[in-house]
């Protein structure tokens, strides 16, 4: 499958992104010990075992810094890596694949991460009919290669900001009077594309929703047999979505309960950066 990010948002981010890390007078490390028409081969290669995503926000950074780069993907995001497996060859001026590595490796090194955890979630309930999803739980302004590295890691996408989709959570539904007027409020108000989900944590709140109608059902902090009696109860006329105490060792069994969804906030939030190195030669 090919993964694809939106190259605008790619350039936007790494430039200011090597901005932050070259400051106002640039690479002095570098600049003072490395000559200027030193010339370097590189490799970037796994340390750990993962799943790989991010390929071109680190193309960009060697790019944007230096065009004279050139950077030769040997694997494309979604990939499965082993220790010791190279997925990239850098060549160029030395000082320039060195001012930019750590940009490219950060973006490497956490988008694998994010697609390495949530591909251990999909391993989990490959059994049943369940998706993995995401949440908004993202790092600020980054949240669209979080996202991404979701989708390489077998993952899909909730909504990406609180202006694409309807989620009525339970605050709202408390200051709305109930789930009824809650729902009705918010389909009044709408367009006739955009859907609605609302989130309940009790039965007698699904049966009002069953009754009033919704595209999709959050059901929140309910335990498995819960969830069973819930997705028995919406019998397949909405779309049923489980969330709240969500980790590797219970997302099986939540996912044996029929629920179409279930979303992991620990997919951006928690991940941990996959080691991914660059081993440099200099000519």
């Given amino acids: 499958m090919t993964h694809v990010l939106n190259p605008l948002l790619i350039d936007a981010a790494v430039r200011a992104a090597l901005e932050e890390d070259l400051g106002r007078a640039g690479d002095i490390t570098t600049l003072a010990t490395i000559p200027a028409g030193a010339t370097a081969t590189a490799e970037i290669a796994a340390r750990k075992p993962g799943v790989l995503a991010g390929m071109a926000l680190a193309r960009a950074a060697f790019r944007i810094y230096d065009p004279q780069v050139r950077f ?30 750590r940009v490219a490796l950060n973006y490497l090194g956490r988008l694998s991460g994010i697609a390495t955890l949530t591909a251990a979630y999909v391993a989990r309930v490959a059994h049943t009919q369940a998706r993995i999803v995401c949440t908004r739980k993202t790092t600020p302004g980054q949240r669209a290669f979080e996202k991404y590295a979701v989708r390489c890691g077998g993952g899909f996408n909730h909504r990406f900001g609180l202006d694409d989709a309807v989620l009525i959570k339970d605050n709202h539904i408390a200051v709305a009077g109930g789930v009824v007027p809650a729902l009705r409020a918010a389909k009044a108000a709408i367009g006739h594309l955009v859907k609605v989900e609302i989130e309940v944590d009790r039965l007698d709140q699904l049966a009002e929703v069953i009754e009033e109608g919704a595209d999709v059902v959050l059901l929140d902090n309910m335990a498995p047999d ?23 060792d219970t997302v099986a069994a939540i996912a044996e309960t029929g629920v179409d969804m279930i979303s992991v906030g620990a997919l951006t939030h928690s991940a941990s950066v996959l080691d991914l190195g660059l081993d440099i030669r200099i000519a």
């Fill in 226 to 248: 819960l969830l069973r009696q819930a997705v028995a109860m919406v019998a397949g006329r909405l779309r049923t979505e489980a969330s709240g105490g969500v980790n590797l």
């Fill in 72 to 101: 030769e993907a040997l694997h494309e995001d979604g990939a499965p890596l082993e220790p010791g497996t190279a997925v990239a060859r850098v060549e160029g001026p030395a000082r320039s694949v060195l001012s930019s590595e």
